[in-house]
């Protein structure tokens, strides 16, 4: 057994503030990638996926944990460093997991007409970043960028889920407001 | 500084803030409900916009406060030695020093960069409320983008006054998408929130919501093809600095019509000035 009680924010205030403005800037500037790498969860999960765990959940929001990511060591570790209740895909506020791992991502919430906002945030890790797939235009992007994206997801928008992408220490987003079209 | 957690708010309510201020920039410009904190100020003095800053702030940012464009007035002052007290942050007036610039209805008449974030404090975020008082239909006519009663409140306007009478938080629709309240800035500003390259936040501290606009977003005036949105001033120069392009207060200065026009951006101005 890992040890689960290791790993967490030893300055929560100032390491949640800075790992949030790196969230932040990466939703704002889609595909973008950013460094994020204080906290270390039991393997396989990332440093950035468990950085932005730490920063964004809590008691009020289920969490579901995806394929490899649903062991026992993650669970606890989860458990005791957020105190978010774990969830099956369609009550989860942020679910966590391989792109495979993930689908279909037709079973997560993508948030209604009048609430757009009540819909599940996707971290989606990766092995590695690879090669830009994908152009991207929209909101964050002045004209276009390139990324890599690991497949096309559900946007109808305003309604959509949105992505973190990480992988180890890596972080890039991926909102639902952002157009792709792949190269 | 010992006294309260790092900027005020307690770690739950900044990570509520923080998950409503991801939600406001993935979807541009519709406002997300947020569960709104008791602040030591009172409604109406920015209580939205110190939340989504204390929610953004860290150690090692630069914070500029302005209020009506002004970094020496009251709302500004407290502000700003409020989060000089309870984070204990670096503070400027310089404009392109900042990281943040929180604001009480200005955006500076300086450019902004990237990186830069830019924090409203709004008292009414709902552009549709005056036209129709209901929560309800107001949220149903966003899900629809139905947005002809407020062409007609333009119109109307127009055939009262011969113009478009809206001097301040004038419409904007954004991305094509959603219509939204700018906040009560002179209509003047509302050409440089379009396609801006820094990130606007926008927090209503009484009426709960927190809505954003990314960087390099459209964010088009509503006007009509026969009568097309201007950005209007008052014709005049500074009387401090000289500047014909920025926004001018008018202040009157005697019981006899004396008066004088001075920037609203006392940064801009006292630069100028200097130089």
New interface residues.
């Given amino acids: 057994m890992a040890d689960i009680l290791a790993g967490g924010f030893s300055n929560?205030?100032?390491q949640?503030?800075?790992a949030?403005?790196v969230?932040?800037?990466a939703?704002?500037?889609p595909g973008t990638r950013h460094c994020l790498e204080t906290a270390k969860a039991p393997a396989p999960l990332s440093q950035a996926a468990a950085t932005l765990l730490l920063?964004?959940?809590?008691t009020?929001?289920p969490v579901y944990l995806a394929g490899a990511c649903n062991t026992p060591d993650i669970q606890a570790w989860v458990r005791f460093h957020t105190g978010a209740p774990l969830a099956q895909a369609d009550a989860a506020?942020f679910a966590i997991g391989t792109w495979e791992a993930l689908a279909p991502l037709e079973r997560f919430a993508t948030g209604t007409?009048?609430?757009?906002?009540r819909?599940t945030?996707l971290i989606v890790e990766l092995a590695e970043f690879g090669n830009d797939t994908h152009r991207l235009t929209?909101?964050?992007?002045?004209?276009e960028a390139t990324a890599y994206l690991p497949g096309d997801r559900l946007a109808r928008?305003?309604l959509g889920v949105?992505l973190f992408l990480t992988s180890g220490a890596t972080l890039s987003a991926l909102?639902?407001?952002t157009k792709i079209e792949a190269l | 500084m010992s006294d309260y957690?790092?900027?005020y708010l307690d770690?739950?309510t900044?990570?509520?803030i923080?998950?409503?201020?991801?939600?406001?920039?993935?979807?541009?410009s519709?406002q997300?409900?947020f569960a709104s904190r008791e602040m030591p100020m009172p409604y109406g003095w920015g209580t939205g916009g110190v939340q989504v800053t204390a929610?953004?702030?860290?150690?090692d940012d630069t914070l500029k406060v302005i209020d009506q464009g002004a970094d020496d007035t009251t709302n500004a002052v407290s502000i700003r030695s409020f989060f000089q007290r309870t984070a204990d942050v670096a503070v400027t007036e310089c404009t392109q020093e900042a990281s943040i610039i929180q604001t009480r209805h200005r955006i500076p008449e300086a450019p902004l960069h990237e990186?830069q974030i830019m924090v409203f404090q709004v008292p009414i975020p709902e552009p549709l409320r005056f036209l129709e008082p209901r929560e309800t239909e107001t949220?149903?006519m966003?899900?629809?983008a139905d947005y002809g009663l407020m062409q007609v409140k333009l119109y109307e306007d127009i055939a009262k006054h011969g113009e478009i009478a809206t001097a301040y938080a004038y419409p904007v629709k954004v991305?094509g998408?959603?219509v939204m309240d700018p906040s009560p800035i002179p209509k003047f500003d509302n050409p440089k929130l379009d396609n801006s390259?820094a990130?606007m936040l926008f927090g209503a501290g009484r009426e709960q919501r927190i809505y954003a606009?990314?960087?390099?977003?459209?964010v088009q005036s509503l006007d009509f093809e026969d009568f097309p949105f201007a950005a209007t001033k008052a014709d005049h120069s500074c009387t401090i600095c000289g500047a014909v392009d920025s926004y001018l207060d008018e202040i009157i200065t005697d019981d006899a019509g004396g008066r004088m026009f001075v920037c609203s951006d006392t940064s801009y101005c006292s630069e100028r000035a200097a130089s």
């Fill in positions: 929560a205030p100032h949640a503030a800075h949030f403005r969230a932040l800037d939703m704002a500037r920063t964004l959940a809590d009020t929001t506020a007409a009048e609430y757009p906002d819909s945030t929209g909101p964050g992007i002045d004209g928008f305003p949105d909102p639902r407001s | 957690n790092f900027a770690e739950d900044k990570r509520m923080r998950r409503a201020l991801l939600k406001a920039v993935a979807i541009p519709y997300v409900p929610a953004c702030l860290k150690a990186g949220r149903r966003h899900a629809l991305e998408r959603y390259p990130l606009l990314p960087p390099y977003t459209s």
